[in-house]
C-alpha cells in the first residue's frame, strides 16, 4: 500500500486550490479567440471579452474626442477627474461607453496632438475612462514622412517607409514613439486596454496610405511591419489591432487590404451620412452585412468603427435613421465622431436641434452608454 506524504498532500492541495482560483474566462459561448498578440496583458484579454458580451446584448455608444472637448469647452480649462464636461452626458446624464482619441502628431514628438489635445491630458483622460468602466480607442492622423505634409497630403510614402525603403528607420522611429505612448498609459502601473485603429479608409484616395497612392501589396506589408514592431521589438501587448475600410463603393472587395487574421483582432467599417438618407441607411444595411458575414466566417468581433451626419440637421437621425438599422447588427460598438465647433459636430449638445433624439436614442433597449456596460462583469 502507497502511502502520500504529508509534503505531497500539501503539494496537491496548493496546486488544487491554485487551479480553482484561475478559472478560465472561455466558455462554450465565448471560446477563446486567436488574437493577434499571442502575449497579451490579462486586462485586454479581459476587454476582449467584454466587446463581446457587450455585442450579445446590444452596442456600446462612443464618441471621438467625447471628453477632450466640446462646443464651447476644453478639457484643458477644466482640469478635473470625473465627472468629466461632456456634452454627451450634458444631454442624456450619462458618458459614452467608448472613448475616442486620435494620437496623430505623436510620430513628430510633439506636446499637443493634430487637434490641439495635449498628449499629457489625453494619458488622463484614457485612464479616468477606463478606471469607470469605459474603453479607449485611438486613430493616429500621422503625418506624411516623405512631404512632411499632414495626413491629406497624398504624395505617395508608403513605399519608403515599409523595409529597404528610404524613410524605413524614421518610420520605426515614429512607431517607437506610439509604443512609448500606449506603455505609458497605466493605471495601477498596468497599461490599459487600447483598440488601435490604424491606417483606416484605405479604400478612399483621401489618405498618404489610401487606395490610389498606395498598392495592395505594400498597404499589408506596412500593416504587418507596424504590429511586429509594436508586438515583438517594442513589446508592446495592450493592445487590439482594428482593420476598419470606409463605406464600400459598388466595386469594393472589404478584404482587398486585409493584412491577414493573425494581424486583426477586429473588424470594423466607416460610414457617414451626407445628408442622403436613402444611400446612408443602403450603405449601413449593406456594408456592416459584409462585416457581419466575414467576421463569422474570420471568427473576428466587428464594429461600427465610424459614423455620424455633420451638425444634425435631419429630425430624428438617431431614432429613425440610425438604430432601425443597427440594433441588430451585432457590432461591438458604434463611434460617432468629434463635437468641435457648432459648424462640425456629430453628437448633440444642450439646447441643439436633436437633443430630446438622442435622450430617446439612449432609451432604447439595444443602446449601451457607461452606467450600462459598466453592469456588463466578467468572471474572473
Known amino acids: 500500500m502507497k502511502i502520500i506524504s504529508l509534503k505531497t498532500t500539501y503539494i496537491l492541495f496548493i496546486s488544487v486550490l491554485f487551479l480553482s482560483s484561475c478559472k478560465s474566462i472561455y466558455t462554450s459561448e465565448y471560446k477563446k479567440p486567436v ?8 486586462p485586454t484579454k479581459y476587454l476582449h471579452k467584454k466587446l463581446f458580451l457587450i455585442s450579445k446584448e446590444g452596442f456600446a455608444v462612443s464618441q471621438q474626442d ?6 464651447g469647452w476644453k478639457y484643458a480649462d477644466q482640469q478635473t477627474a470625473m465627472p468629466l464636461k461632456s456634452d454627451v452626458y450634458d444631454v442624456v446624464n450619462d458618458y459614452p461607453a467608448g472613448f475616442g482619441f486620435d494620437i496623430g502628431g505623436i510620430e513628430y514628438a510633439h506636446t499637443h496632438n493634430l487637434d490641439g489635445v495635449a498628449f499629457t491630458d489625453m494619458k488622463t483622460l484614457m485612464v479616468e475612462a477606463y478606471k469607470n468602466g469605459g474603453f479607449v480607442t485611438v486613430s493616429w492622423h500621422l503625418g506624411n514622412p516623405v512631404s512632411g505634409g499632414n495626413s491629406w497630403d497624398t504624395t505617395p510614402a508608403v513605399s519608403d517607409i515599409i523595409e529597404g525603403g528610404a524613410y524605413h528607420e524614421t518610420y520605426k522611429l515614429w512607431v517607437k514613439r506610439v509604443a512609448d505612448f500606449f ?4 493605471y495601477k502601473n498596468k497599461p490599459i486596454p487600447i483598440i488601435f485603429r490604424p491606417f483606416h479608409e484605405m479604400n478612399g484616395s483621401w489618405f498618404w496610405w489610401g487606395d490610389k497612392n498606395c498598392n495592395t501589396i505594400d498597404y499589408i506589408k506596412l500593416w504587418r511591419e507596424t504590429v511586429n514592431l509594436l508586438r515583438d521589438e517594442y513589446n508592446v501587448h495592450n493592445v487590439l489591432y482594428v482593420y476598419s475600410p470606409n463605406k464600400l463603393n459598388a466595386t469594393d472587395e472589404y478584404l482587398k487590404y486585409y493584412p491577414a487574421d493573425a494581424y486583426v483582432d477586429i473588424l470594423g467599417i466607416d460610414i457617414y451620412d451626407f445628408y442622403n438618407t436613402e444611400d446612408f441607411i443602403k450603405s449601413v444595411q449593406h456594408d456592416l452585412n459584409i462585416v457581419k458575414n466575414t467576421a463569422e466566417t474570420h471568427n473576428k468581433l466587428f464594429a461600427f468603427t465610424e459614423t455620424g451626419l455633420e451638425k444634425l440637421n435631419t429630425a430624428a437621425w438617431f431614432t429613425n435613421t440610425l438604430y432601425p438599422y443597427i440594433k441588430d447588427s451585432g457590432i461591438c460598438w458604434i463611434l460617432f465622431w468629434r463635437n ?3 459648424n462640425h459636430f456629430y453628437m448633440p449638445y444642450k439646447k441643439q436641434a436633436l437633443e430630446n433624439d438622442l435622450i430617446e436614442f439612449s432609451e432604447l433597449p439595444k443602446t449601451l452608454f457607461l452606467k450600462d456596460i459598466q453592469k456588463i462583469k466578467i468572471k474572473k
Open 35 to 42: 488574437l493577434v498578440d499571442k502575449n497579451i496583458s490579462t
Open 66 to 71: 467625447a471628453t477632450s472637448y466640446g462646443i
Open 183 to 186: 506603455k505609458s498609459v497605466t
Open 340 to 342: 468641435h465647433t457648432t
